[in-house]
């Protein structure tokens, strides 16, 4: 018990300390897939070498979350492409090199030479079923509108992904299904879907057989590779820039479908794949820095229950008297009990994003989308618990001549205290794995390896986050059942048990 | 004691109380009697508080039960109900201590005053230390009781307090209370569906149906002068159950 506490201390005052002292680092954000956090660990590495701190947040998520991460400071730099930067980022910015420059500029944004290669969106379909149908390009997709798509999210979404082509090519499959971009290279190997949207470097194109569709009608704007970062930054750590800047035109296709492969397939991690780049490429020496397994699960761990923690402490301090308030005047209570339960109806992602430009990436935000969360359970369980009690009780109490306040701690409370602690329980159980999606803003925890584990199809990695995520909810299950030893009255605990 | 001056009083639309008039006399004990739904528990929270007449005054003493005054009168209520309302959370002393704690009493005033409480009730030493789901049902009731005298109510006002035990309980309860009140010469109301428990505990019998008082008195006026059919047959359905449950 007493070693469980000077734990969890350590870890809070750790990740404070991790903070304060980071808040001077250059921060170099990476998307949440693969070739974004190779480029993010070679913009890391080779800051830290040349002297300058720099910590790498990986795989925080989509594009709006680094975009808005960037702009708001958050982190200082970023890799990005230019298809992204007109199409979506932007928009109405002509498409060359020097017209982005110049409006980025205007932003406060500045922008590196391009990395040398283009990894622009293209269609898959098994090799096998392109020889038997003869499909070269997109064009021929048309004739068969019983093919299955089976496309990325942020591909269905975005104005230059599906929806263009779509328009351009005249496309009407019957079946489309928005699924995960790794989760879409499983499905089309097991056969469920005919056609993914690629990114012309991925690893996993000659891995699974795919053929690449030409876009014969040059729908697809260019995606050349860029770091994007805070002009301050020229200010802050001009070093910083100096070193990245040796990235540009260094990297071509066939290296960076390398490295993906590599860190995709062969399951080397992306620190280490950055390292040997450097090295071979510039006769660079990098300490790739990577974690043990047992100090990366100890770090998991701590950030996991701080977010955990954290939260749920701030939930039952506003929950609880929200409930009881909802029970005592019933008709805000109704408004109440409406709003809580309207919050839990939110995506999770869609709060965390909501969060960004109000509260930046990393914990906080997601402390706080976790602390909404955890509202509902308590105060209904309050609410319902309060309203339980006996009406006999209730009035015996009234009738006594206590104090409404000493009737509601003395009476009403403790006899509601088994509800409100398996409201309290609930809540806990599904904050932990909520907690998981953190990750996707920069929180960490068991979402962590979770997130690179769907990226790199590693089972191994996604039980490294899944299985301790579910023994921490077994304990703390288990931990209530002490905790209500305390908590709920010996009294009831007898009439409990007869 | 307790003095209602044409009281009525509505439940969602529904009169339920239909001006009541009606002398509690101090020191004594007045049984309320009559079907369910005539009113008598009603009556009741009215006079705790609980409830508040839509028409007419209600006095209690000299004072007129109001929003102002309720505080001080509940101090001056014992409350006991069916099923004892014990706290089920604490134990029987803690039930029994808790109004006096809350008002700062001694720690030695509380246990001198247990103590006398318990010889009043007869009740046995290790049972107040109990928890409320480890007693049994007279046992309950015994520390429900303590727990209403704690405070020297001057009132007593029992909800059918021997209405959930079982007859054996119930008999030798009865002869406890029936005991206690007239040590105490405490002003008692006591709800009952029982004619006999009413006659045994009261010096005045009130019966009540549909929301007024039909008929008050002893139990030999009701019996021999029935003001109408109602009481009559209120008298005779009694009778009926009796013999009926002796021939089973």
């Known amino acids: ?498 | 004691m307790y003095r209602f001056e044409s009281v009525s009083k509505f439940y969602s639309g529904e009169l339920v109380i239909d001006n009541v008039s009606l002398t509690v006399p101090r020191g004594k004990t007045t049984a309320l009697i009559g079907p369910s739904g005539s009113g008598k528990s009603t009556l009741f929270r009215l006079m705790t508080g609980l409830a508040k007449p839509d028409a007419g005054t209600i006095y209690f003493g000299d004072q007129q039960l109001d929003d102002k005054c309720i505080g001080a009168v509940r101090k001056r209520i014992g409350y006991v109900i069916q099923e004892g309302g014990l706290f089920p959370h604490m134990t029987g002393r803690a039930n029994v201590s808790l109004m006096a704690g809350h008002l700062g009493w001694a720690r030695d005033k509380v246990e001198s005053r247990i103590l006398d409480l318990m010889k009043l009730t007869r009740l046995s030493p290790e049972v107040i230390t109990r928890y409320p789901s480890e007693m049994s049902g007279g046992q309950r009731q015994r520390v429900s009781l303590m727990r209403a005298l704690m405070l020297e109510a001057d009132v007593l006002l029992l909800d059918e307090p021997l209405g959930a035990l079982d007859p054996m309980v119930r008999a030798e309860l009865q002869q406890d209370l029936a005991e206690i009140f007239r040590r105490l010469q405490k002003t008692v109301i006591l709800v009952t569906h029982d004619l006999a428990e009413a006659a045994y505990f009261g010096d005045q019998i009130v019966l009540m149906g549909a929301g007024r008082i039909v008929q008050s008195g002893s139990i030999a006026d009701i019996q021999r002068n029935p003001v109408n059919d109602f009481v009559k047959q209120f008298v005779q359905a009694q009778r009926t159950m009796l013999f009926s449950g002796a021939q089973l």
């Open chain 1, 1 to 498: 018990m007493i070693f469980c506490r000077t734990n969890i201390v350590v870890c809070v005052v750790m990740l404070l300390v991790a903070r304060i002292v980071a808040a001077d680092d250059v921060q170099v954000g990476s998307k949440a897939f693969t070739e974004s956090v190779i480029l993010g660990e070679l913009a890391t590495q080779l800051g830290n070498t040349a002297g300058v701190a720099t910590v790498h947040q990986s795989q925080l998520g989509g594009t709006r979350v680094l975009w808005e991460a960037l702009r708001s400071g958050q982190i200082d730099v970023y890799p990005e492409y230019t298809g992204t930067l007109v199409e979506e980022l932007i928009p109405g910015t002509a498409a060359d090199l020097a017209a982005i420059k110049s409006e980025l500029y205007r932003q406060g944004i500045g922008m590196t030479q391009t990395l040398g290669f283009d990894n622009t969106y293209a269609l898959g379909v098994p090799d096998t079923l392109a020889r038997r149908w003869n499909l070269h390009s997109i064009s021929d997709l048309r004739k068969h509108p019983e093919f299955r798509f089976g496309l990325s999210n942020e591909f269905l979404s975005r104005k230059d992904g599906w929806p263009a082509l779509k328009r351009a090519y005249d496309l009407s499959p019957t079946s489309v299904t928005g699924l995960d971009h790794d989760l879409a290279y499983t499905a089309i190997s097991s056969g469920s879907i005919d056609v993914v949207d690629l990114n012309s470097t991925d690893a996993e194109i000659g891995f699974y057989h795919l053929l690449t569709m030409t876009d014969d009608r040059h729908v697809f704007p260019e995606y050349k590779a860029v770091f994007l970062y805070r002009l301050d930054l020229q200010d802050r750590a001009p070093e910083f820039i100096r070193a990245i800047g040796r990235l540009e035109a260094a990297i071509d296709a066939s290296t960076m479908t390398a490295m993906n492969a590599s860190s995709k397939l062969q399951k080397v991690s992306e620190a280490r794949v950055a390292s040997k780049f450097l090295m071979s490429r510039f006769q660079v020496k990098t300490d790739p820095h990577e974690q043990g397994f047992a100090a990366q699960l100890f770090t998991r761990s701590c950030e996991h229950l701080v977010l955990v923690g954290i939260s749920l402490a701030a939930s039952i301090v506003v929950a609880i008297p929200l409930g009881v308030l909802s029970f005592l005047r019933p008709r805000l209570g109704q408004v109440i009990l409406t709003l809580v339960s309207a919050i839990n109806t939110i995506p999770s992602l869609a709060l965390l994003v909501f969060m960004i430009p109000a509260l930046g990436i990393g914990t906080l935000p997601a402390i706080v989308a976790l602390f909404l969360y955890g509202l509902l359970p308590i105060v209904r369980n309050t609410h319902a618990g309060l309203a339980g009690i006996a009406a006999g009780l209730r009035e015996s109490a009234i009738v006594l001549g206590l104090s409404s306040s000493a009737r509601l701690l003395r009476i009403e409370l403790p006899l509601a205290a088994s509800a409100i602690l398996a409201g309290i329980k609930t809540a806990a159980v599904i904050n932990v794995g909520t907690a998981t999606i953190g990750a996707l803003i920069g929180a960490g925890g068991y979402g962590q390896p979770i997130l690179t584990g769907i990226r790199l199809a590693d089972y191994k990695l996604i039980l490294l986050g899944a299985v301790p995520a579910a023994i921490l909810a077994l304990l703390i299950q288990g931990g209530f059942g002490l905790v209500e030893n305390v908590v709920v009255p010996r009294g009831l605990r007898i009439k409990a048990r007869n």
